[in-house]
Every structure is written in structure tokens, then in C-alpha cells.
């Protein structure tokens, strides 16, 4: 199991989201969970996340704001 959770909540983020994920990939430690919180992208946000090869958990809904997206996962 691992022994951190990286939560990044996201939405229609695929422009500026490859360097996040290329400096997260480059890090020493590979030992995490990357939790996507996704307020239903339009974009290729989530095609460009499964793209790269990291331990996912990925929560997609429909939402109102930054705030109620980071909600839905403290309720998941």
C-alpha cells in the first residue's frame, strides 16, 4: 500500500497538465496513489492522465465548483 495520496482536483486541464505529470514521473519517489478528482472534463484531461503510468484512482462527477469537487472525494 502506499504511503502517500497526491489529490488533484481538475477540470478541462489537458492544456497545462503534461508538465504537472512529466515533473510528478521525474520525482525519486514512485510510491503514491494519484487521486483525480474530475468535475466531468470536456477535454482530454483524464485520456491525458490514463497516458501516463501511475497508480490511479480516479473519481469523474459532475460538480459546482473547485470546493464541491474536493468534497466528493472526502465522500467517496
Same mark, same amino acid.
Given at each position: 500500500?502506499?504511503?502517500?495520496?497526491?489529490?488533484?482536483?481538475?477540470?478541462?486541464?489537458?492544456?497545462?497538465?503534461?508538465s504537472? @505529470?512529466?515533473?510528478? $514521473? &521525474?520525482?525519486?519517489?514512485?510510491?503514491?496513489i494519484? +487521486?483525480?478528482? *474530475?468535475?466531468?472534463?470536456? =477535454?482530454?484531461? @483524464?485520456?491525458?492522465? $490514463? &497516458?501516463?503510468?501511475?497508480?490511479?484512482?480516479?473519481? +469523474?462527477?459532475? *460538480?459546482?465548483?473547485?470546493? =464541491?469537487?474536493?468534497?466528493?472525494?472526502? $465522500? &467517496?
Amino acid at each position: 500500500m502506499s504511503s502517500l495520496t497526491i489529490v488533484l482536483p481538475l477540470k478541462n486541464s489537458a492544456k497545462h497538465l503534461s508538465s504537472f @505529470l512529466d515533473s510528478l $514521473k &521525474k520525482q525519486d519517489n514512485q510510491d503514491f496513489i494519484l +487521486s483525480i478528482v *474530475d468535475g466531468t472534463s470536456a =477535454d482530454n484531461t @483524464l485520456e491525458t492522465i $490514463k &497516458k501516463y503510468n501511475f497508480n490511479l484512482k480516479i473519481i +469523474s462527477r459532475k *460538480d459546482i465548483s473547485a470546493e =464541491d469537487r474536493m468534497n466528493k472525494f472526502s $465522500k &467517496k
